[in-house]
Structures are given as structure tokens and as C-alpha cells.
């Protein structure tokens, strides 16, 4: 039988062995940043809040011990230059990720650039024989995740999409529930997530706001939510119909600015904000905005912004299960609810950000065909770290001990990347379209009735 392993080493060989092959062979080693063996070589492209913090600063206090910081790529040169200042390393730059790959050839290549080049930067990793840990979303459309399909069939490199909804305790508690048979048959799921205004504005000032950068909220937020529940029905979505409208942002103002810190709508705008008051964001943003024209306190009301602030849908999975999605965003409530409906019980989770607590509380209710048990709940505390205490298990994993086993499949690779946001690509069809979208068709996936491992 044909593996992938097997298949994608002689595909290796066979079709990079000309073009790549050459490359590699011309590299001048005495570029190559020796590593300690038992330390990863690694290498990091994105040089935003996301790099520097989680996958650069981060990196280096807790996991220097098992990998070594080899290289620092962005394509903004300042804000190259300050983020290898911030993350504190020595580790050499470039502007130019093939060279970086070229003249250091790391072990692991980190993406945390912009969403639309992640399949660049994925494909290109495992060209030149890397594992890629590449944040999420892994792309914005069904063209690029085809080629990251294809790419992750074709090479060795192992590629992780890094889900850290999937690590805070009491989701990890609640899958453990799920997995032990507690509700039975998952036949209804409820999920309403909402962010606060506050929260979306951040995402209308930069790039988020435009679909050709993020594939909008359902594809670069939501891709978190959808994967979340693919993850604990264990099954794959099969049909979207979705609704979304853009009501408070973009041309629905009859006023707007240039950049939100020195606007003249300022006494007056609700959403404004001085980002040079940040020294961290100005150094990494405002500094460098005459490299690459990157403005990241755009006005909320510019009329590029084509994404959604409501969003819902109703997702069919091949189990037979039901979702009934929405995102909001048109309210100071930032929190969500989602429910799990089997045929032995419902679980619950209702999580908000006020009052700020230390734990949440999963809810169960038996259901009464099979024991007068009364509900439950079920407190479980969150970690310390970011996202409810999820990323540093999520980093622990990828780092500290890969090879650890994984009861809870909570690791996601290019099928899950890529099935969370087929859910986001065809409820924007769906809403284009005012019909419902299949997902089997938009790639070579076939949605499975069981995901397979
Ligand atoms: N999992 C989470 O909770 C979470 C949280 C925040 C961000 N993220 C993800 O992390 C990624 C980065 O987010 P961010 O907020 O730091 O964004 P950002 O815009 O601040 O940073 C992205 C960086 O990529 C660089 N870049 C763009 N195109 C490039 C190219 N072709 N080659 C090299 N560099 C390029 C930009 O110059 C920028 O420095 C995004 O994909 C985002 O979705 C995930």
C-alpha cells in the first residue's frame, strides 16, 4: 500500500530532485546555523504580535532547552528588525522566506504570517523538507487548501495547524466526556459565540477586514469554532446554509478618517484609538508603515471592509448531526454558549468575560429514557497562559514532547485545517449564493460520516 511516507519521499525525489534538488545542492553550508542535536532547528516567518510573543519571546524562555531559534523572516524589514530585538535573539533575518529555508534548512518552519500567504509559506516549507506548525486559519479558500492538500500528500514534513481552542482543560474535559459515551449519539449542537465590539473593531482596523486577507470572520475567527465542533462530533460537515450581513462597519457611517490616531472625527467617534500610545504596536506597526504601507489602525468605517459583523448558519455533518451556528458582534458582550444534544444527555458550556473567574462549568443533563440522575455540573479550572490556559499545553505539545501520546486527538493536521474552514468558505457561497453549499466538491475531501485518524 501506498503511505504517505513512501509515496511522498519518492515523490520527493522524483519531482524536486531537478529543480529543487539544484537549489539545495548550491547551498553554501557555511550559511547553516549549527544546532545542538537534540534541539530542533527552527525557523519563524511573521514577524506580527502573533510571531513575536507566543512563537518568538515565548519560544525561547520556555522551550530553549528543545529547539533552537535558527531564523526571523518578514517581509517588512523594520518590523523584522524589531521583533528579533523583541523576541531577544541572534538568530539571522531575511526578507526572503525561500532564502531563509535555502541557507539555514531548518528542521521546523513556524508560520504566523498573514492569513492569504499561508499556503505559500506551507508549500514552500515542506518543499525544502520541513515540519510547518502554521497558525490558523491554514488558508482563506478552497483553491489554496486544494494546494495544500496536494502538498501535504506529496512531502514528508508533517504539517500542524495549531488549534489552541482545543487545549484549554474543560474543553479537553468535555471531549474526555464526550469520548466516554457520557451523551450518547451527538444529534444537536448549539454554538452562539460572541465577541464584543471592542474586540471586532480590532479585526475592522486591520486586515482582517478585507476577504482577500482573511476570508472574513467565517473563515479567520470562525475557522476556530467550526473546528472545535468537527473535533468533538468526530465527524465531517457535509452542507452549509448561512446568512451575513455587514451593518455597523465599513460604508454604514456617514463619516470616516485615514488613520484612527489623529483622525478629525476623533471627539466623536466611539471606536477611536491612539495605537502610537502602545509602545510594543508602535515599534512593531506604526514605525514601519512606509515598508510596506501596512496600517494597522485603519478606520472601522473605510469602505474596503466587505467582511460580516452577523453571522449565522446551519451546518448538516455526514453523522447526521445538526449545527446551529452564530457570531455576533453588535453588543459589549464578549462569551459564548454552546450546547451538545445526544441521545443520552446534553452538556452545556456558557463561558463570559465578566466577572472574570479562574475556572467554567460544563452543565449535564441526563437524559431521563436512561436514569433519574439529576443534572450535574461539572467545575474544571483553567491553566495558566493564554486562551483559558490552552497555549502553553498546545505549545508543550508541539515542543516539549511531540512524541507524547494524544488520547484526545487534540493535535489538528491539514485535513482538520482544512475542514474547519470549508465550513467558512461555503457559508460565504451560501450567503452569495442564498442557497445552501455542499462541502464535498470545493476540494478532493470527502466528507466522512467518522473523521479518519
Ligand atoms: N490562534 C490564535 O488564537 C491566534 C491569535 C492571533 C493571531 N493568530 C494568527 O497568527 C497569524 C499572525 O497574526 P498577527 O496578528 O501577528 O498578524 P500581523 O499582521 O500582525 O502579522 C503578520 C506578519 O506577516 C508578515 N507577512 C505578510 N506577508 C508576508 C510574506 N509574504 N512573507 C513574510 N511575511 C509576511 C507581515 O509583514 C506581518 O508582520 C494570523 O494568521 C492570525 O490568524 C492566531
Same mark, same amino acid.
Given at each position: ?96 522566506? !525561500? ?7 531548518? !528542521? ?28 490558523? &486559519? ?5 483553491? =489554496?487548501?486544494? #494546494? ?23 474543553? #479537553?474535559?468535555?471531549? *474526555? ?6 451523551? $450518547?449519539?451527538?444529534? *444537536? ?19 482582517? $477586514? ?10 479567520? =475567527? ?19 446554509? #448561512?446568512? +451575513?450581513?455587514?451593518?455597523?462597519? /465599513? ?37 514601519? !508603515?512606509?515598508?510596506? /504601507? ?8 473605510? !469602505? ?30 464578549? /462569551? ?18 465578566? &466577572? ?32 483559558? +490556559? ?11 514532547? &511531540? ?7 487534540? *493535535? ?21 449564493? $442564498? ?17 479518519? =485518524?
Amino acid at each position: 500500500m501506498e503511505t504517505k511516507n513512501n509515496y511522498s519521499r519518492r515523490r520527493f525525489l522524483q519531482t524536486t530532485g531537478a529543480s529543487l534538488g539544484a537549489s539545495l545542492m548550491a547551498v553554501p553550508f557555511a550559511n547553516v546555523v549549527k544546532a545542538s542535536p537534540s534541539r530542533k532547528r527552527t525557523a519563524l516567518v511573521g514577524t506580527g504580535v502573533r510571531g513575536v510573543s507566543m512563537y518568538g519571546r515565548n519560544l525561547l524562555r520556555d522551550y530553549s532547552d528543545y529547539i533552537e531559534l535558527v531564523g526571523v523572516c518578514d517581509i517588512n524589514p523594520g518590523r523584522l528588525d524589531y521583533g528579533v530585538e523583541f523576541i531577544g535573539t541572534n538568530a539571522p533575518k531575511f526578507t526572503d522566506l !525561500e532564502k531563509m529555508l535555502a541557507d539555514l534548512r531548518p !528542521e521546523i518552519l513556524i508560520v504566523t504570517s498573514r492569513d492569504d500567504v499561508h499556503h505559500e509559506h506551507i508549500i514552500k516549507g515542506l518543499e525544502y523538507g520541513c515540519d510547518v506548525i502554521c497558525e490558523k &486559519p491554514m488558508t482563506i479558500d478552497e483553491e =489554496k487548501a486544494q #494546494a495544500i492538500i496536494d502538498a501535504d500528500r506529496k512531502y514528508d514534513g508533517k504539517v500542524i495547524i495549531t488549534f489552541n481552542y482545543r487545549y484549554p482543560p474543560y474543553r #479537553a474535559k468535555l471531549k *474526555q466526556m464526550i469520548m466516554d459515551g457520557l451523551i $450518547g449519539d451527538i444529534e *444537536q449542537v448549539e454554538f452562539h459565540w460572541n465577541i464584543s465590539h471592542s474586540h471586532l473593531m480590532r479585526y475592522m482596523q486591520r486586515w482582517h $477586514g478585507e476577504r482577500d486577507f482573511g476570508g472574513t470572520l467565517w473563515v479567520h =475567527k470562525n475557522t476556530h469554532h467550526f473546528d472545535m465542533i468537527n473535533w468533538y462530533l468526530d465527524s465531517d460537515p457535509v452542507q452549509v446554509h #448561512a446568512y +451575513g450581513s455587514l451593518e455597523l462597519f /465599513g460604508a454604514n457611517n456617514d463619516y470616516r478618517g485615514n488613520n484612527c490616531r489623529d483622525c478629525r472625527y476623533t471627539a466623536k467617534c466611539p471606536y477611536h484609538w491612539d495605537i502610537t500610545q502602545n509602545e510594543h504596536l508602535r515599534k512593531l506597526y506604526t514605525d514601519n !508603515e512606509h515598508h510596506d /504601507g501596512y496600517i494597522r489602525d485603519n478606520c472601522v468605517f473605510r !469602505e474596503e471592509i466587505d467582511i460580516h459583523d452577523r453571522h449565522a448558519a446551519v451546518v448538516k455533518y455526514a453523522n447526521g448531526a445538526y449545527l446551529n451556528y452564530s457570531l455576533s458582534a453588535h453588543s459589549e458582550y464578549s /462569551g459564548y454558549w454552546m450546547a451538545l444534544n445526544g441521545s443520552k444527555g446534553r452538556l452545556e458550556v456558557r463561558t463570559h468575560s465578566y &466577572p472574570e473567574r479562574d475556572y467554567e462549568e460544563l452543565l449535564f443533563t441526563p437524559n431521563r429514557r436512561y436514569t433519574n440522575e439529576p443534572p450535574r455540573l461539572v467545575r474544571v479550572h483553567h491553566g495558566v497562559g493564554g486562551h483559558w +490556559g490552552g497555549d502553553p499545553i498546545l505549545t508543550d505539545q508541539l515542543f516539549k514532547n &511531540p512524541d507524547k501520546p494524544d488520547p484526545l486527538g487534540q *493535535q489538528a493536521g491539514v485535513r482538520d485545517g482544512a475542514m474547519s474552514i470549508l465550513i467558512g468558505i461555503a457559508a460565504r457561497k451560501s450567503i452569495d449564493a $442564498g442557497q445552501p453549499v455542499n462541502i464535498e466538491g470545493l476540494t478532493d475531501l470527502v466528507p466522512m460520516a467518522k473523521r479518519p =485518524k
